[in-house]
């Protein structure tokens, strides 16, 4: 199995600019998570979703932050319009069944100028 | 939500000794994961103790969890410098697939 993937990994933007990261879970996986990585907060727990549902969103900082999982291998976080505090190393991962291993991806470093 | 909180928060040692993070969490939980990150990585599950189990041994790696202390301990034994990396702690209950993690112990291991 490929482990999930994330893209992109590097990405710099300008503020203001949509920003779109992308995440394919390991196939079979029924949830999935989007972390946020900073060195002042920490890994951040941002939304999870089981089954393609959103469970639980009340990490995701404000609403110009938004996830879909539209079908069991691909998700998306969106932020709209981006500002320099969002900076960070973003993660997904995936898991199987409840309190399961997490599957972490190799992140998407995202630089807001 | 649970989460866990390790100390210390960073630990320097020389390779081949041993090095104890600790992490306690708050509520009542289905079981307790370690995880490693290597820097600019993703995290790399290590080991989860359930519950209703004390100790855990996976090569090096030593898990005690205390349930009345809410707390658990990792223990890698005879330390190399590739062990160097950031570890973190995460819980997990019966009904929640709410994993939130600590701010991580960093852990260096000298030659």
């Known amino acids: 199995d490929a482990g999930v993937i994330q893209s992109p990994r590097h990405e710099v933007t300008e503020m203001g600019q949509e920003v779109t990261l992308r995440c394919k879970p390991i196939?079979?996986?029924?949830?999935l998570f989007w972390y946020r990585q900073t060195m002042m907060r920490g890994l951040e727990l941002l939304i999870y979703?089981?089954?393609?549902?959103?469970?639980?969103d009340s990490g995701m900082p404000e609403d110009r932050f938004s996830a879909k999982m539209p079908n069991a291998s691909f998700s998306t976080l969106k932020i709209q319009p981006s500002e320099p505090r969002d900076s960070a190393v973003y993660f997904c991962?995936?898991?199987?069944?409840?309190?399961?291993?997490?599957?972490f991806g190799e992140g998407s470093r995202l630089t807001v100028l | 939500s649970q989460q866990g909180e390790e100390d210390p928060q960073a630990l320097s040692i020389q390779e081949g000794e041993n090095a104890t993070m600790n992490c306690s969490y708050k509520?009542?939980?289905?079981?307790l994961q370690w995880y490693r990150q290597n820097s600019g990585r993703g995290l790399v599950h290590l080991i989860l103790i359930r519950s209703n189990e004390r100790e855990k041994h996976s090569g090096r790696l030593r898990v005690t969890l205390d349930t009345s202390k809410k707390s658990s301990s990792l223990l890698i034994t005879a330390s190399r410098a590739a062990d160097t990396a950031s570890y973190f702690c995460a819980t997990g209950t019966a009904n929640n697939n709410d994993m939130r993690f600590g701010a991580g112990t960093r852990l260096t291991v000298k030659p």
């Open positions: 979703f089981n089954n393609n549902v959103p469970i639980d």
């Open positions: 196939s079979g996986h029924n949830s």
């Open positions: 991962a995936s898991s199987l069944g409840v309190s399961g291993e997490l599957f």
């Open positions: 509520t009542s939980i289905n079981n």
